[in-house]
């Protein structure tokens, strides 16, 4: 059973989340995208850009030592794949995701949060 700080935490999230989704163009039949876009809002705290870059991996290793160092979230990577090729999808694109369209889709994940205030929480909801 939901705690009441838990409720009410949820009846404030709730609409955001839906706010966002259509600003990205999601309807309630893009499932795989909204699903994607719950698990980057909840597993990725990054608020700024550079840092969700970062923990996504979208980024090239560099040095000696680079391909030891890169380290990133494969699981939080995998959906923003999902978010990715739902969003390409509707736009009318059959090839999978280059980095490019991940890091345009993260740039505006994270313009979105911040501009709905959603990246002070504290959780990444």
Do not use: C, H
Not at 24 to 30: A, H, M, T, V, Y
Not at 90 to 103: A, C, S, T, V, W
């Amino acid at each position: 059973m939901l705690g009441g700080r838990s409720l009410n935490k949820a009846v404030q999230i709730i609409p955001r989340f839906i706010d966002m989704a259509n600003s990205l163009g999601l309807d309630r039949d893009d499932i795989n995208g909204l699903a994607g876009l719950a698990g980057l809002l909840v597993y990725n705290k990054a608020i700024s850009y550079k840092k969700s870059i970062n923990y996504l991996g979208l980024f090239k290793a560099k040095g000696r030592y680079g391909r030891r160092n890169k380290k990133y979230s494969r699981k939080v990577q995998r959906y923003l794949i999902m978010l990715a090729n739902t969003i390409l999808w509707k736009n009318g694109e059959r090839d999978i995701p280059r980095y490019r369209d991940l890091r345009e889709v993260s740039k505006k994940i994270v313009d979105l949060r911040k501009s709905m205030e959603l990246a002070g929480d504290g959780a990444g909801v």
